[in-house]
């Protein structure tokens, strides 16, 4: 199965999942577990805006960072621009923060509620070039899953 037939396979089954829940911890619990499974990330996860820092939340995988601020490593910078960030090979990413050294790609997506980003949905990889457009399309979409209107 590809990695865009995975996604289209997943997405409607965590559209499912958060349909009939509200609290955004809770799924952001399941969305990462999803994720994880289905494809088999070094590290799924969420942190959520507080203040002028990230804090962990919800992940699956290794042991992480528990503060990353505003503007700092991928996530910060996500969070800063507003948007999706792709990084091929982390260790060329100018102020990334290596929570861990077997962390080789990774992806970050902003979840916006009201036009503000409200947390970020961060997966990494230990292979170089792991992350897409296939990705940021169907990452975009699940983590507009998780803001109800």
């Not at 409200?118 to 803001?147: C, G, K, M, P, W």
């Amino acid at each position: 199965m590809t990695k865009e037939e995975t996604y289209q396979q997943l997405l409607p089954q965590i559209k499912a999942l958060v349909a009939g829940e509200q609290d955004i911890i809770a799924n952001m619990a399941n969305v990462g577990a999803a994720l994880h499974e289905a494809f088999d990330f070094w590290w799924t996860g969420f942190y959520r805006v507080e203040g002028d820092v990230l804090v962990l939340g919800p992940f699956q995988g290794p042991i992480a960072c528990t503060r990353i601020p505003y503007g700092r490593g991928v996530c910060g910078t996500a969070w800063a621009q507003g948007q999706t960030v792709i990084v091929p090979n982390v260790h060329e990413f100018a102020g990334h923060i290596a929570c861990s050294s077997a962390s080789n790609s990774e992806i970050v997506v902003p979840i916006h509620r009201d036009g503000e980003v409200i947390a970020v949905l961060d997966i990494d990889s230990t292979a170089f070039n792991t992350f897409d457009s296939i990705d940021r399309h169907y990452l975009e979409q699940i983590a507009a899953t998780l803001v109800k209107a």
